[in-house]
């Protein structure tokens, strides 16, 4: 599975502009441009952010099945889709960074909706594991953080087509979904 997401859309409150603040001048003092700074912690971060699209692909070896899809629209909506599919799912819950950003998020903004997880083992995420998560950016890197590689990376030295082709990036998820692209980023989101 892989989420999209974007920065919060709805005005921040007081606390999330004080703390968003120290963020980006810590990124600005550093050299970042603010608006840039702003945009990646806002899209990056769940207190700070939304999920627009959690895409899914389900193998079965046993039954020699697979089907994918893309949840869009509403996030509460995504998330209750989201946690509907996998209520009774029993098998290994496979991404890239998923462990590091978007398990997290799907918690952090279920709890947000109110929206209790269905699936226990989607709530275990104790590092240096390969069950229930399997999480092929630690995997490859050893649960090294120094050693870890791009997904573009991984794809070329496995000799897979990058998802980073195409319309949509990750770079340009808010702006594709602020012209109603939705299609394109659960198409990208998919790859």
Not at 137 to 150: G, R, V
Request: glycine share 6%.
């Amino acid at each position: 599975f892989d989420i999209e997401t974007i920065p919060q859309r709805g005005a921040l409150s007081d606390i999330q502009q004080e703390e968003l603040a120290k963020r980006v001048n810590s990124k600005v003092s550093s050299g970042m441009d603010y608006s840039e700074a702003r945009k990646l912690i806002m899209g990056t971060t769940a207190q700070f952010g939304e999920i627009v699209c959690i895409s899914w692909h389900i193998y079965s070896a046993r039954m020699g099945t697979e089907t994918q899809g893309s949840f869009i629209g509403d996030e509460a909506q995504i998330l209750e889709d989201f946690w509907n599919k996998i209520r009774s799912f029993m098998g290994v819950f496979v991404g890239f960074n998923h462990l590091h950003f978007d398990v997290p998020w799907i918690i952090h903004r279920s709890m947000k909706h109110k929206i209790p997880p269905s699936n226990k083992n989607f709530l275990q995420t104790r590092k240096y594991q390969s069950f229930p998560h399997y999480d092929v950016k630690q995997k490859l890197a050893d649960w090294s953080w120094d050693k870890s590689i791009s997904l573009n990376l991984a794809c070329d030295f496995f000799g897979l087509p990058t998802p980073k082709d195409g319309p949509v990036s990750a770079k340009t998820i808010a702006d594709a979904f602020a012209h109603g692209r939705i299609d394109e980023i659960a198409e990208y989101c998919e790859k």
